[in-house]
């Protein structure tokens, strides 16, 4: 079959990988997932780095993201019932990314999606509204494809065909409130087409485990809730 490249290409599917396994680790050596992430990140450095975005990454520029949302979202408040709220963050093409997501899940297994707190760090923002415009988008992109969408093929040919059965994400899905922040660093801009997108589907699924212990570990989100509830 031909493909060709999605949105952020192999960062989406590393950063779920990963920040998903992050927070796996924490829960099951009792640790807090943001406490664990700023250990892991560390302290100010530049790392050599050799591929998309290099020569070099620096680590804490990803906890400075994730104090931020985690700050804007009240990490630290208790949410009673079936709420949670995941984090998660990502290097992408020379920048540094992190979502928070604040969800409620019902006895049905149903989303509300309260919250969305995304942070961006692309150096310096030589277009500041270009800049949220691509955070903004690239969240929502990363909502859509993480809970509903999925290419399948049958005897050789793709199932779906358009937008009836390849079903972007609808209004009712989306957050009640999306922020956006930019948090500028040093004097060099990076790209921002991409780096929105990687780290929002581990966030909504750690998010998601925080709310009802449903561990999601296969992509789209679909009816696992549903299912595993039932």
């Given at each position: 079959m031909p493909r060709g490249s999605w949105r952020a290409p192999a960062h989406t599917a590393n950063a779920f990988v990963v920040q998903s396994f992050i927070d796996e680790i924490a829960h099951a050596s009792?640790?807090?997932?943001?406490?664990?992430?700023?250990?892991?990140?560390?302290?100010?450095?530049?790392?050599?780095?050799?591929?998309?975005?290099?020569?070099?990454?620096?680590?804490?520029?990803?906890?400075?993201?994730?104090?931020?949302?985690?700050?804007?979202?009240?990490?630290k408040a208790r949410r009673p019932g079936r709420k949670?709220?995941?984090?998660?963050s990502h290097f992408t093409f020379g920048g540094y990314a992190a979502h928070a997501v604040e969800l409620e899940v019902d006895d049905e297994g149903s989303l509300n999606?309260?919250?969305?707190?995304?942070?961006?760090?692309?150096?310096?923002?030589?277009?500041?509204?270009?800049?949220?415009a691509q955070l903004e988008g690239?969240?929502?992109?990363?909502?859509s494809t993480a809970l509903n969408l999925e290419i399948t093929v049958e005897e050789g040919q793709v199932v779906q065909s358009n937008f009836h059965n390849y079903r972007v994400a609808r209004m009712a899905q989306m957050p009640a409130?999306?922020?956006?922040?930019?948090?500028?660093?040093?004097?060099?801009?990076?790209?921002?087409?991409?780096?929105?997108l990687p780290s929002l589907a581990p966030a909504l699924t750690n998010a998601i485990y925080n709310a009802c212990g449903v561990r999601i570990r296969k992509l789209p989100v679909r009816d696992q809730l549903k299912q595993a509830l039932a």
């Open positions: 009792g640790q807090d997932p943001l406490q664990l992430r700023l250990e892991l990140y560390g302290e100010n450095r530049d790392l050599e780095y050799g591929q998309h975005g290099g020569p070099v990454f620096n680590p804490w520029r990803l906890s400075r993201l994730l104090k931020h949302v985690a700050e804007r979202i009240d990490y949670g709220v995941g984090v998660a999606i309260n919250r969305i707190v995304a942070a961006v760090d692309c150096g310096i923002a030589v277009n500041p509204l270009g800049v949220e690239g969240t929502i992109d990363g909502l409130v999306l922020e956006t922040h930019i948090l500028p660093f040093g004097d060099k801009p990076t790209g921002m087409g991409e780096m929105g």
